[in-house]
């Protein structure tokens, strides 16, 4: 979320202005967006989605060496070795124009990414929201209630609509998409029981049917909104949803 963003980049701007570098922060839930020092670009600053896709590739594995004939064979599966290669060179001249609108180029002072000779690696300086997320996940492990709580929902803020909801097909994501869907429904899960604890009712309903959105076959999610309905008075809504639930259910079992 734009607080998030801007809590990263206050935390660093002193250590920024006195070494002259600039704090990167990458958002991957809901989209692309990479910020540097007050400056941003988005998903529609590439002129496509494949080389858009070598940023995204290297930003979810941020802390590991990519070579140039890693990416090649990831985005140019088809082609031959130095058709791709070739290919990439072209996709790497526009990633540098486009990153140097933000002054995170290769050769800028403060890059996203650099290439040494093992291969592509993202700088030290960047964050992810992705990086935060987990950082939340563990803070909900322990702690006191309210503490973990607050990380629960933090957590669930910094979602969206998932990790990079464009990119649904692209194979290099569907494992990163599947861990982070997993770590979301079990915090949202958790923090819904947190609300209902502490008699929040509508927050927990809007939280049960954004599960629902998001999972049409959730069953744990719909078994705590029908207690809810019925717990809150609404026993005409909770039968709603419960047919609901088994419509879906008996047509899934089709």
């Known amino acids: 979320s734009s607080d998030t963003v801007q809590i990263f980049l206050r935390k660093f701007s002193r250590a920024g202005k006195q070494a002259s570098i600039k704090y ?13 020092d007050g400056a941003s670009l988005d998903e529609s600053a590439f002129k496509t989605r494949k080389i858009s896709g070598i940023i995204k590739y290297l930003l979810l594995n941020k802390d590991v060496y990519i070579s140039r004939e890693t990416l090649a064979a990831v985005f140019w599966p088809d082609s031959e ?16 124009k ?3 609108g933000i002054g995170v180029s290769f050769e800028d002072t403060s890059p996203l990414i650099t290439e040494e000779e093992r291969g592509f690696i993202a700088s030290k300086n960047c964050k992810t929201d992705a990086a935060v997320f987990v950082e939340l996940f563990q ?25 990079l909801p464009l990119d649904i097909y692209d194979d290099y994501t569907t494992m990163d998409r599947e861990y982070f ?19 929040d009712f509508k927050a927990a309903e809007t939280l049960l049917l954004r599960i629902i959105k998001l999972d049409s076959y959730n069953e744990h999610a719909y078994k705590t909104l029908i207690r809810l309905y019925r717990q809150t008075g609404q026993s005409q809504l909770a039968d709603t949803i419960s047919r609901q639930f088994e419509k879906r259910y008996e047509k899934e079992m089709c």
Do not use: P, Q
Not at 24 to 36: N, V
Not at 87 to 95: D, P, Q
Not at 181 to 199: M, V
């Open 181 to 199: 869907s997993a770590l979301f429904f079990e915090a949202a899960h958790n923090a819904a029981a947190l609300l209902i604890r502490d008699s």
């Open 139 to 163: 803070k909900s492990k322990a702690g006191d209630t309210e503490g973990k709580k607050a990380a629960l929902l933090a957590m669930i803020d910094l979602y969206r609509d998932g990790l």
């Open 24 to 36: 990167i922060y990458i958002e991957l839930f809901g989209g692309l967006r990479i910020t540097a």
């Open 98 to 100: 486009v990153l140097s």
């Open 81 to 96: 070795k130095k058709a791709a290669l070739n290919s990439l060179r072209v996709a790497l001249c526009e990633i540098r």
